[in-house]
Structures are given as structure tokens and as C-alpha cells.
């Protein structure tokens, strides 16, 4: 992207200020909580929003529902981070195709990324249908439910006036997914699909080689006829990679114990995705997820219980802890008890301001 635009921080089920300062997170449903990211402190609590978007100056751009019963349609709100998330414009409604659930936070049946242009937003979002039924379903339903499709908006950021924009080919996402596709070297037992990093592709691959498995971050040629490049990440049998949201961090769980802050612990070895080098370790939590790197901290998500019994009481709790030193700096639940009120969405045209 260009000097004129700015993609959004990417946290556990949020994102965060350009600073680093402030996140903003996901906290149930209709629920966003704002969060000092330096003690994970509660700043403020809003509802009725689907999920933050991007902050940029004052202002932090999220999705809201646009019409009763109609899951396919939702609007762009613009809050003031200044003012407990006050609501200073409201697009006007997006309309989807009429199979899209965008207010699922299932990631396999509704995404959406934003960035920010010169006085406008830019909403990517694509969908994939889904069949929830026990027996198997007719053909055409099975067809139906397999359907997908993705699109970009635009938001003008002085007025609120959406206009829809062509969809490139392909819109890039993060995600850590095996492929079926043949791989291009020997030797290869297992490989990923490809995400973007900066200008190029980068994908995982795990190699037998004679001294063992070899886990291999590669990326595509800069220009045609190049070789690709690659590099060895880590080495062993039970080797556990992730991937962050922004695709800009691997995380690797080896086949090994060594010491760390709470004593011995399988650790979390981090490489930085656009060079390989490895450049933190930390202990590794069992059901980690959405593990994200903003400043000196990694942010990740676990489910307490872990192995919950039934009818047992389960939350989900944001952790943050020190790259440097590993150390757990703080944790909270997401949807704690606090001050929340339900906006009223303005009707007219707004100035976001900065």
C-alpha cells in the first residue's frame, strides 16, 4: 500500500491504535470494550457493533447492524475514542448478497478488513455459505451452501456515502491452511497455502530430509524466472506452527521443553515472517489462539476452563505477555462487567474529524 493509506492493527478478536496504546476488542455479542494495552484496564464498553474495523486520529471505524432481521446488510459507524466511543457518523447501509451472515464472528463464513485512504475507507469482505443440517441434503442444497463470494465498498469519510468498488482477483487473508495442491520441490510432506507479505507470497513447508523433519518459511520470487527463497525455521517430529491475523509473525511450538519463566514449558519460538529471523521466545499456553504482536507484546486467547465439564461456565480471556522477558504482564476477561450503553446511530452526515 501506498504512504496514503493505513491497514488496521490487528489483535486477538480486535485491533489497536497506531500508538499501540489502546485496543479494541470483540467482547460478546453487540459488545466492543476498549482496553489499555500497557495494564489491560477497561477505558470504556459500547454496544450494538459487530466488530472494530481501524482506528486512526480519534476515531475507531466499526461494523454495526443496518436492518432488523436482515443479517446480510450492516452499516460503518464512526466513534469518538475520546468521548467513551460516541458515535459520530454512520454510513449509509451496505446490502450484501441476501445468503451472507455478516454479523457471524465465524471467520469460515463471514471476513471483513479494513483500510483507510485519503478522506475515504475501504471495506474487503468475503463469505462462504454454509449447510448446518444433520441428514444429508439434496445436491442443490449441498451447491447452495458451498457458495462464496467477496467485494469491496467505499465509505467517504466527510459524508458517510457508500459506493462499491471492483474486487481484484484476489483478496489476500492471513490464514495458516493446508493445501491440496502438489508441492513444487522433493521431499515436501506437507505445505500451506500462501499469504501476503508486503510484496510477496510466503508459505510453510515441512520437509524429510535425513536428519529429520524440517519446517521451511518460503517466498515467492520478486521477479519472473527467480528462484524462490526459503528458510529453516525449525527442525524436529511434532513441530506446531501458527500464524498471526497479519500474516507478519510465525509462531512455532517445537518438539522440546526448555526453561522459562514459569520453569520448564514447551515454549513458543517467533519468527518475523518477512525476513525469518527469529526474534522472541515465550512460553506456550495449551489453546493459544489468534496470537498477535503489537510493540513489545504478544496478545493471544485462551478458553478457561480449558477442558470444560458440562454445564461449566467458559470465558474467554486476553493475555498479554512481555516478548523480551516472557513474562505474563496482564490478563482479563472479555465481556467483563462494566458501564455499557447503546448508542443512538446519528441520521445525518457527520465530520469525523481527526
Not at 489499555?36 to 457493533?49: C, E, N, V, Y
Not at 471495506?123 to 469491496?152: D, E, I
Request: charged share 20%.
Amino acid at each position: 500500500m501506498s504512504n496514503d493509506t493505513q491497514e488496521p492493527v490487528l489483535l486477538p478478536q480486535g485491533i489497536a491504535d497506531l500508538e499501540g496504546r489502546t485496543g479494541f476488542f470483540v467482547a460478546g455479542e453487540g459488545l466492543i470494550e476498549a482496553i489499555g494495552l500497557a495494564d489491560g484496564s477497561l477505558l470504556w464498553q459500547a454496544a450494538a457493533f459487530v466488530r472494530p474495523l481501524i482506528a486512526f486520529g480519534h476515531r475507531l471505524a466499526a461494523q454495526a447492524a443496518s436492518v432488523p432481521k436482515r443479517p446480510n446488510a450492516l452499516r460503518i459507524v464512526l466513534l469518538d475514542v475520546t468521548r467513551d466511543g460516541e458515535p459520530v457518523l454512520a454510513s449509509d447501509p451496505v446490502l450484501l448478497p441476501e445468503w451472507v451472515d455478516c454479523l457471524s464472528s465465524d471467520p469460515e463464513i463471514f471476513q471483513c478488513r479494513a483500510h483507510l485512504e485519503t478522506q475515504a475507507l475501504i471495506l474487503a469482505w468475503k463469505a462462504q455459505g454454509r449447510y448446518f443440517g444433520g441428514a444429508p441434503p439434496p445436491r442443490q442444497v449441498v451447491q447452495q451452501a458451498a457458495r462464496g463470494a467477496s467485494g469491496l465498498v467505499r465509505m467517504d469519510l466527510a459524508t458517510g456515502r457508500i459506493e462499491a468498488m471492483a474486487a481484484p482477483p484476489l483478496l489476500s487473508w492471513a490464514t495458516l491452511r493446508e493445501t491440496d495442491t502438489p508441492p513444487a520441490s522433493p521431499g515436501v510432506i506437507w505445505h500451506t497455502e500462501p499469504w501476503q507479505i508486503g510484496d510477496r507470497l510466503a508459505s510453510l513447508e515441512m520437509k524429510e530430509e535425513s536428519l529429520g523433519q524440517s519446517l521451511q518459511l518460503a517466498w515467492s520470487p520478486d521477479s519472473p524466472g527467480a528462484t524462490p527463497e526459503q528458510v529453516e525455521l525449525a527442525r524436529g517430529t511434532g513441530m506446531a506452527p501458527a500464524l498471526s491475523p497479519d500474516g507478519k509473525y510465525v509462531l512455532v511450538e517445537p518438539d522440546e521443553t526448555e526453561p522459562g519463566p514459569r520453569g520448564l514449558q514447551r515454549p513458543w519460538w517467533i519468527f518475523d515472517a518477512r525476513t525469518g529471523r527469529r526474534i522472541a521466545t515465550v512460553g506456550h499456553e495449551e489453546g493459544a489462539r489468534e496470537p498477535c504482536i503489537v510493540g513489545p507484546r504478544l496478545f493471544y486467547l485462551v478458553r478457561e476452563p480449558a477442558r470444560p465439564s458440562p454445564g461449566t461456565t467458559v470465558r474467554t480471556v486476553l493475555r498479554a505477555r512481555d516478548l523480551n522477558s516472557g513474562e505474563l504482564l496482564w490478563e482479563r476477561p472479555l465481556g467483563s462487567p462494566g458501564t455499557t450503553k447503546t448508542p443512538e446511530l446519528p441520521r445525518g452526515a457527520g465530520r469525523p474529524g481527526t
